[in-house]
């Protein structure tokens, strides 16, 4: 004899449960995100008027590149709590926040670094946001699913 399922609005309240614990993430991605690139506009004018500001640009750099790691973090962690439904259209400004970090952060690469370093950071950032940018569709493919699910093992 079969087990006996729950009741269907028991899971579409775990679901929506774990989708919001997901957003908490998703509103420190875009919160941070906003901020740096508030940085990064306030340190583009001031370098119009003041000379070299190589430490504010590392740190303009640092910061993009932290910001970036938490929106593939919300990515990832609504990717493997959305059991597959996709990503709605409503989280479209984030990822013009993805895309515009992503441009900060390598306008702040030029300013930040010097003669060959700057090729190689910039090399490295274009490399990763491309693999992450590409990595986030694979969640839904049923090898990583399948790989996952011999990991944890279903109780």
């Known amino acids: 004899m079969a087990a006996p399922r729950e009741p269907v609005s028991e899971s579409r309240s775990a ?3 774990r989708l919001q614990k ?5 509103i420190w991605a875009a919160q941070i995100g906003f901020y740096v690139l508030l940085y990064f506009v306030g ?3 001031a370098s119009i008027f003041v000379g070299s500001l190589h430490i504010l640009w590392k740190i303009c750099f640092l910061l993009s590149v932290l910001a970036l790691c938490g ?3 919300a990515w990832l962690i609504l990717s ?3 059991m597959g439904y996709g990503i709605s259209s409503s ?3 984030l990822i013009w926040e993805f895309w515009l970090l992503g441009v900060a952060s390598g306008v702040s690469t030029f300013f930040a670094f ?3 370093q700057r090729y190689l950071v910039l090399f490295l950032l274009v490399g990763i946001i491309g693999v992450s940018s590409s ?3 694979l969640l839904r493919t049923a090898p990583v699913r399948a790989l996952g699910r011999s990991i944890r093992p279903v109780r």
């Open 43 to 45: 340190l583009l004018v």
């Open 91 to 93: 989280f479209s400004f």
């Open 135 to 137: 990595f986030i569709p």
């Open 22 to 26: 997901s957003s908490r993430v998703f």
């Open 80 to 82: 493997h709590r959305s």
């Open 114 to 116: 010097s003669s060959y």
């Open 71 to 73: 929106h593939l973090a």
């Open 15 to 17: 679901r929506v449960e």
